[in-house]
């Protein structure tokens, strides 16, 4: 392990991250181990807080503490998309596209974030898709129930970087809500990174969908889903009309 970080990171555990009490969210910094992947060498470094009691990670490049315009991606937990490789959606894409960039810089980072389902959790999302099978939308299913569009918060992760010593990160986005929210906890976005992915064999059915209608995604069945990362995907070299055209 690097020395340097090591040490830094020992500075972090030593920190008491929960001076606040429970009405503000906090968190600390609770271990941190080499995570060698297929995308590169990283470390990754797990959290604790206050607020909804999950395991969230930072999966780091280089030397990310105390430094300033980090590139930063946030991502929120997809176990189908992630894990199991599901097509409805596109977060293993997304997550594999920011592993692969960031383990190409010197240094950034992959908030990986456990609000599933922009934030409902896994089981209401699987009734949800149950809805969609039966004809809703995403928007419709998650009203159904009794959830908003979108219930995910960047509070935690916002906390997670401070608890980094990072005041300024580049957002790796293509979504000015997620900039925007950031910055409403406190975090410097001194940049934004557009997140582009590769056309590969495993987005062909995003660029069929894409094709189809442009910004959202439509099934095997013609229902349509929203990105459940928040983020439009850009895939790289290509614009909506080239895209329809390879489908036509
Ligand atoms: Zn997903």
Known sequence: MNATLHEQF?????????????????????????????????????FENNHDGKEHVAITKGDVIGARDVPVRLHSECLTGDAL?????????????????????????????RQEGRGIGLTNKIRAYSLQ???????????????????RDYAVAAQMLQALKIDSVQLMTNNPKKIDQLRQYGIQVSDRIPHIMQPNEHNRFYLQT???????????????????????????????????????
């Open 85 to 113: 490789g599901s097509l409805r959606c596109d977060c293993r894409d997304q997550l594999e596209a920011a592993l692969k960039a960031i383990g190409q810089m010197e240094r950034g980072m992959v908030l990986y974030l």
């Open 133 to 151: 099978d039966q004809g809703l939308d995403t928007v419709e299913a998650n009203h159904a129930l009794g959830f908003r569009d979108d219930e």
């Open 10 to 46: 020992e500075v972090l555990l030593g920190q008491d991250r929960f001076p606040f009490g429970r009405e503000k969210v906090s968190v600390r910094v609770v271990a941190m181990a080499e995570l060698p992947t297929r995308f590169g060498e990283f470390h990754i470094i797990a």
């Open 210 to 248: 894409k094709a189809a209608k442009s910004g959202h995604m439509i099934d095997f069945h013609g229902k349509e889903h929203l990105p459940e990362q928040g983020d439009r995907p850009i895939v790289a070299g290509m614009n909506v009309s080239q895209i329809g055209a390879m489908f036509e």
